[in-house]
């Protein structure tokens, strides 16, 4: 089990200011890293309600863990646990989740049960990162419901500093703020995606 806390800040961009991104830092021939999300939640989005979310990941058909997100101040508390590609596969086919117990805990800790969940979105994503001087950015094109989008996000320590640190590297960049709402409430609902 790993717990991490994540402060992170993103925002939406365009096809060519994602291209742009890729050339600047030379990330265009970079092999990008493949993920599966695949979101579980109750039927009356429980999960969804506590600002929280439980997702299985498979990335390049190789490496596959759950994780639960549940917020605090400023920040997402992950609880993860690393699973066999085959056995996340199976979860994800049967729609029955084996929940491992440091997750069970904290989903018992917000008023979740368990075997309530079920599968409700799936999001497939190719990712680059890359360490800079701000924190690790993190550039994302992901594919949900016939829709393509294209984020930036800027995984920090400090959150005092890293939305400063965020907002300089967008000015220097000359990319607008575009709010990202995160990956589950964009595969499950289905925005309007930019508005240019």
């Known amino acids: 089990m790993s717990e991490n806390k ?16 890729l050339n600047y ?18 039927n009356n989005l429980d999960l969804k309600e506590k600002r ?30 690393d699973l066999t590609v085959d056995a996340a ?9 084996e929940v491992p117990i440091s997750i069970q805990t904290v989903l018992q800790n917000i008023g979740i049960n368990s075997t309530n969940l079920k599968k409700i ?4 994503t190719n990712r680059i990162e890359k360490d800079i001087p701000e924190g ?11 829709i393509v989008d294209y984020e930036l996000e800027l995984e920090v320590t400090n959150y005092e500093k890293g939305k400063v640190d965020f907002l300089n590297f967008l000015a220097s960049h000359k990319l607008p703020y575009r709010k990202a709402r995160n990956k589950i409430a964009r595969a499950y609902d289905v925005p309007s995606n930019l508005d240019n």
């Open 6 to 21: 994540e402060i992170e800040f993103k925002s939406l961009l365009l096809n060519s200011e994602y291209d742009r991104l």
């Open 25 to 42: 830092f030379q990330l265009d021939k970079v092999d990008k890293q493949y993920q599966i999300n695949h979101y579980f939640d109750t």
């Open 52 to 81: 929280s979310a439980l997702r299985i990941r498979i990335i390049n058909d190789n490496h596959a863990e759950i994780t639960l997100k549940t917020p605090e101040d400023n920040y997402l508390l992950e609880t993860s646990e």
């Open 89 to 97: 596969k199976r979860m994800i086919q049967s729609n029955t989740l």
């Open 121 to 124: 979105a799936t999001l497939e």
């Open 136 to 146: 690790l950015l993190v550039l994302d094109e992901s594919h949900y419901k016939n």
